[in-house]
């Protein structure tokens, strides 16, 4: 899976309501890691160019976009990065979120990736995270994202698809933690994970 010649990274999973887009925010904020949510690179696709009017063909239509295409955005978005000098991979580390999401995808990125950690923020305690993702739905005025059966539902598509995602990978790379704690407590330790395996910059 991992290429010695691919871009150092760590990748980030949780389902709906672990804090993983709180922990990628603060992460990213530390010298060398660099986070990329996928979900933010499809959004900031410029729709006008050849590779966003592909992108809106699915989007528009609900359609998944299909694994070769977003790797595909991804790898593109990666090098402009690079070109700008935004990312250095002699010196960054990629914290990725959304990507890969399949185990095709896994495949795809095999030569642009070398994994160094994969950290997976877990709730054990279903009713305990479907309460904080209703809690989350009512404080955003998102009524609808706070009914319980769409909830269930939403857990159980992330771990159907993300179980395979992660057992792609070698077990010594994956790093469990418990994300029923408060956000700093979280961070402490993910912090705790990717100390040894990935640098600060500090």
Do not use: W
């Amino acid at each position: 899976m991992a290429n010695s010649k691919g871009y150092s990274s760590v990748l980030l999973f949780g389902g709906p309501g672990t804090g993983k887009g709180t922990q990628g925010a603060v992460l990213g904020q530390l010298p060398n890691l660099v986070h990329l949510a996928m979900g933010d690179i499809f959004r900031g696709l410029d729709k006008t160019s050849d590779i966003g009017k592909e992108f809106l063909s699915y989007s528009t239509q609900g359609k998944l976009v299909p694994d070769e295409l977003t790797v595909r955005v991804f790898c593109q978005h990666l090098d402009n990065l690079r070109d700008t000098g935004a990312v250095d991979p002699t010196y960054h580390t990629l914290l990725l979120d959304g990507i890969p999401r399949t185990v095709a995808q896994v495949d795809l990125m095999a030569e642009a990736i070398n994994v160094l950690r994969i950290v997976h923020l877990v709730m054990e305690d279903r009713d305990a995270l479907i309460a904080r993702l209703v809690n989350r739905a009512t404080k955003s005025n998102r009524p609808d994202d706070a009914d319980r059966t769409v909830i269930e539902h939403r857990i159980e598509v992330y771990e159907r698809e993300t179980r395979p995602v992660v057992d792609a990978f070698p077990k010594k790379l994956v790093a469990r933690v418990n994300a029923d704690q408060p956000p700093l407590a979280v961070l402490r330790d993910v912090a705790d994970c990717l100390a040894g395996s990935v640098s600060t910059g500090i």
